[in-house]
């Protein structure tokens, strides 16, 4: 019975010594074989995608990207370009009041407005490390101050968290607030 154990025991060790050995005599031959499809520090994706797609991939911009095809300013960014998007997260949207969420989601003007806020046409917008300070020209007609220092920029009263996200047709900037048209005084008040 030992006899017939070490029997098995030795096929099994030729076998896999035959099917071990031709894969160790041609790792020298093929190497390209077992190299990786790209190295580490190569960039994997030569393209950028276009804006709408660049909000989707990104992960965090979902409730801008939503508010966008609600109001149909989407299809504005369809366009060749360039543009520049300052895109709240959807944490900047979590901020908001139930009552300005809420204005958002069921005012088609108020939304197409706040949102006109944030796309700049026909600039690809950048940001250098020295001190400025400067205004906008935002698809909507309005001004909104941007302001440089060494550590951050601010666009209104938003900070910008991830800066030049690439696309095809311009840059987003992923900014921390939700840029709401300033408040109307009301005729009482004696400002």
């Keep these: ?60 911009l979902t409730m801008f990207h939503d508010l966008l095809i609600k109001s149909g300013l989407a299809d ?30 069921n005012d088609s003007e108020y939304l197409k407005k706040v949102l006109m806020r944030h796309i700049v046409a026909d600039k690809a917008l950048q940001f250098g490390s020295e001190p400025d300070e400067t205004t906008i020209t935002t698809l909507g007609g309005d001004m909104v101050n941007i302001e440089v220092d060494e550590e951050s920029v601010m666009i209104g009263k938003a900070f910008i968290i991830d800066e030049w996200l690439e696309c095809s047709n311009g840059v987003i900037h992923v900014i921390d607030n939700v840029l709401l048209p300033p408040a109307k005084k009301n005729n009482g008040d004696k400002k």
């Excluded at 709408?52 to 965090?60: E, F, I, N, P, W």
Aim: charged content about 25%; some cysteine.
């Design 1 to 60: 019975m030992k006899t017939y154990a070490y029997l098995c025991f030795a096929v099994l060790f030729l076998a896999a010594a035959v099917l071990v050995a031709p894969c160790a005599a041609q790792e020298g031959e093929d190497d390209e074989l077992y190299q990786p499809m790209f190295d580490v520090g190569e960039e994997q994706n030569t393209e950028s995608l276009p804006i709408l797609a660049t909000m989707v991939d990104y992960g965090s």
């Design 76 to 105: 504005k960014l369809k366009g060749d370009g360039p543009m520049t998007v300052f895109a709240p997260d959807d944490a900047a949207f979590e901020q908001l009041k139930p009552e300005q969420l809420d204005k958002l989601e």
